[in-house]
């Protein structure tokens, strides 16, 4: 990466669908951003706490979810597949206060009109995708996020940490979120 960095300011990858970003204005800009959107949802479950479902955290596999946000007070688990139910314009928040671990295999499927531009995964720790987990949704981690072999992501990363992609790991970006948002 390191020649292609230095002449055009970015990275391509055959894992990534878009540019690769490791330092400079870019760089430093999205982690403003970053910095800024976990802000506003920490302002966001101040304000609007009767909106937010609380959650001890552990092993949310198995369940279904309708649009909201989810905070959860410890760690989260994934440990088979979710589901996320509704309209192509609800909005899908997990704060995850700990670290968030997906389980190899398991798949966050969407349901109805779900579009992936509308669900944040926000996490106090590091994010774990293990090998052949299929996410659906932006991370936003303060710590570091890997991502197995064969893992994919329709959304983006953004960590404050390191990411690191194992061989086979795709990344797209989703459509824009509704604009009756």
Known sequence: FAPLVAMTG????????????????????????????????????TVNVADVVLN???????????????KFTSFVAITSDITL?????????????SYLSIAAGVRVKL???????????????????AAGVHLEGSLLSLGAITLGASASLNGRA?????????AGTAVSQPGPPSSEL
């Open 158 to 166: 953004l960590s404050r940490g390191a990411i690191s992609l194992a």
């Open 85 to 97: 139910k509704g309209s192509a314009t609800d909005v899908f928040i997990f704060s995850v206060s």
């Open 10 to 45: 970015y990275a391509t990858s055959d894992k990534v669908v878009d540019k690769i970003y490791a330092g400079g204005d870019k760089v430093a800009a999205a982690l403003v951003d970053a910095v800024k959107a976990n802000e506003m949802i920490d302002v966001f479950f």
């Open 111 to 129: 349901d109805g009109q779900v579009n992936a531009a509308n669900i944040l995964w926000q996490v106090g720790g590091s994010t774990s995708l």
């Open 56 to 70: 001890a955290g552990g092993a949310i596999g198995g369940l279904d979810f309708t649009k909201g946000v989810y």
